[in-house]
């Protein structure tokens, strides 16, 4: 049998150059990649559209209020991306700090400090 297939990441954030660095980051490792400009106010549709197996996001997305939070509590509302495996990439020390008792509670959500190296990742 040949190797399984890696799964779909979608990645959120608003920063054009780090999507772009993601995006050939993963295609490097032959995941099947989706990215999404996270400052859009339609980012909850666009991940739904795009099917993910796992999801990458930011904290913020070009905002004060931490928009990729409410984008990943409403994705995680919807029966079928409830247990999305999910990587918060955020270099906020704060906001991770302050919300980690809710993450922890999350199944499946990891969370990846900026920066990060590219060993932590993939052992994500």
């Given at each position: 049998m040949g190797r399984?297939?890696?799964?779909?990441?979608?990645v959120v954030n608003d920063n054009p150059d780090f999507l772009e660095l993601m995006g050939d980051l993963l295609h490097d490792e032959r995941y099947p990649v989706t990215l999404i400009d996270g400052d859009r106010e339609n980012a909850v549709e666009l991940v739904e559209a795009a099917q993910p197996d796992a999801l990458i996001i930011d904290l913020r997305l070009g905002r004060e209020t931490l928009h990729g939070w409410e984008v990943l509590r409403e994705l995680r509302s919807h029966k079928?991306?409830?247990?999305?495996?999910?990587?918060?990439?955020?270099?906020?020390?704060?906001?991770?700090?302050?919300?980690?008792?809710?993450?922890?509670?999350?199944?499946?959500?990891?969370?990846?400090?900026?920066?990060?190296?590219?060993?932590?990742?993939f052992a994500l």
């Open positions: 399984p297939e890696h799964p779909h990441v979608v079928q991306l409830s247990k999305l495996p999910t990587i918060v990439c955020s270099g906020d020390v704060q906001a991770i700090n302050r919300l980690s008792e809710e993450i922890r509670s999350m199944e499946r959500v990891a969370v990846l400090r900026k920066p990060f190296n590219i060993d932590e990742l």
